[in-house]
Each structure stands twice: as structure tokens, then as C-alpha cells.
């Protein structure tokens, strides 16, 4: 067991999965991942989750991120799972599931949790860069399914940030203004953000949203 802090390299692995077999870091290529854990194949909550995703690909692919879920359940069992996910969600599960049946995986990335399961992975979300790097871990109980608009939110951030020197505020959404990163000097702002910007206070710089 490992614990995974931000700014980490996210552990490589090889890994059964649905897809076939793959090296992560491999799979990942030079774009973004986002790895996540349910507890159990044929379970309710895990099934609209994973029913989500697949109709969410289409916007994870827009941000250049591959999305990989897991749990301790072996291939034949996610594959017999898929098709119920498929006829009860109304879609096409197109992204692989781990098979992580010797908790290799789980072990390396700390998702279970043996207080609240022994056995098997809580809902954990990791985002990773395309330098491997972790850059947002979160962790929801079981019986909790999780927001993928709030992940594909947090992606949308953490690009502005990489890309665009901003971060943004509380509650921002896509189109809101963002804040200049305090490493930005004032004298750099005009050619860094021709939008404009407000000084609410030295610390607090706000300009419209970079790349819309
Ligand atoms: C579910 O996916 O519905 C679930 C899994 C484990 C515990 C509770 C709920």
C-alpha cells in the first residue's frame, strides 16, 4: 500500500482489462487520464456510473483524456456487467475496465479502504497529466455516485491552468472569469491577457476566461 499525494507520479502497472492488456502509463500516451474505482461489478450505483461515463466520452475525448475505471471483479464478470450497463443506461460502454482481480492496482493507488470495505475499491477518482503526474485525487464513499460534470470541470481547470497561467475561482464553471496565477507579474499581463484584466486586489486578478 502507497499513499498517492498530489504532484506524485502515478504509478505504472500492467493491468487486465477489458480492452485487452495494458501497460498504463503505455495507454496514457502524451494526453490526460482519469482513473477510477467502483466497489463491485453488478451493483446499482456503479451501473449509472459507468453508464455515464460511456455517454460522457465524447467530452473527455474534447479534453484529450482517456478515462479507465476498475474494480476487483475479473474480466468475464465486466463483460457480462457491460451488457447490462449497455440495455438498462441506453448506451455503448466504450472505454476499458480494469480486472484488477489480485489487487495490484488497488494496492498501488490506496482504494481500499478497509474500514469501510475490506475487500473491495471505495470510489476513488484520480486525474493525471500528460507528465504522469497525479493532479487531483478524490475519494467517494460507496453509496455515493459520483459527478462527472464536476470531473470534466476540474480537467477544464487544471488545462487552463497548464496552458493559460490561471486558475479559477469558487464555484467557476466553464465561461466564468478566471483569476491570474500570483507567479504572473503585472507587467507580463497585457501580452498574457489581451482580454483585459481587473485588480480587485494586488492578489486577486481577474480576466475573462483565456481561451473562449
Ligand atoms: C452500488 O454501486 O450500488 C453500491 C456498491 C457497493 C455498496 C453500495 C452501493
Known amino acids: 500500500?502507497?499513499?498517492l499525494r498530489l504532484g506524485d507520479v502515478a504509478p505504472n502497472f500492467t493491468a487486465q482489462t477489458t480492452e485487452g492488456e495494458i501497460n498504463f502509463h503505455e495507454w496514457l500516451g502524451d494526453g490526460w487520464g482519469?482513473?477510477?474505482?467502483?466497489?463491485s461489478d453488478y451493483t446499482p450505483v456503479c451501473t449509472t456510473e459507468l453508464g455515464t461515463v460511456?455517454?460522457?466520452?465524447?467530452?473527455f475525448d474534447k479534453r484529450n483524456t482517456k478515462v479507465v475505471a476498475l474494480s476487483v471483479d475479473g474480466v468475464a464478470s465486466h463483460n457480462g456487467w457491460i451488457k447490462d450497463i449497455n440495455e438498462t443506461q441506453n448506451t455503448t460502454v466504450n472505454f476499458p475496465i480494469i480486472?484488477?482481480?489480485?489487487?495490484?492496482?488497488s494496492d498501488l493507488y490506496d482504494m481500499i479502504h478497509p474500514n469501510a470495505d475490506n475487500t473491495l475499491t471505495v470510489r476513488s477518482v484520480f486525474i493525471i497529466d500528460p507528465d504522469k503526474k497525479?493532479?487531483?485525487?478524490?475519494?467517494?464513499?460507496?453509496s455515493t455516485g459520483r459527478n462527472f460534470d464536476e470531473?470534466?470541470?476540474?480537467?477544464?481547470?487544471?488545462q487552463l491552468t497548464a496552458y493559460h497561467k490561471v486558475a479559477t475561482p469558487a464555484?467557476?464553471?466553464?465561461?466564468d472569469d478566471v483569476v491570474i496565477t500570483p507567479a504572473v507579474k503585472n507587467e507580463d499581463i497585457p501580452t498574457l491577457?489581451?482580454?483585459?484584466?481587473?485588480?480587485?486586489?494586488?492578489y486577486l486578478r481577474m480576466t475573462p476566461q483565456p481561451n473562449l
Do not use: C, Q
Open 34 to 39: 482519469v482513473l477510477f474505482s467502483h466497489p
Open 134 to 142: 497525479v493532479k487531483l485525487i478524490i475519494v467517494y464513499p460507496a
Open 1 to 3: 500500500m502507497s499513499t
Open 54 to 59: 460511456a455517454k460522457y466520452k465524447a467530452e
Open 151 to 158: 470531473l470534466l470541470r476540474v480537467i477544464d481547470s487544471l
Open 171 to 175: 464555484n467557476w464553471n466553464n465561461g
Open 99 to 105: 480486472a484488477d482481480e489480485d489487487k495490484k492496482v
Open 193 to 202: 491577457f489581451p482580454k483585459g484584466h481587473k485588480e480587485v486586489k494586488p
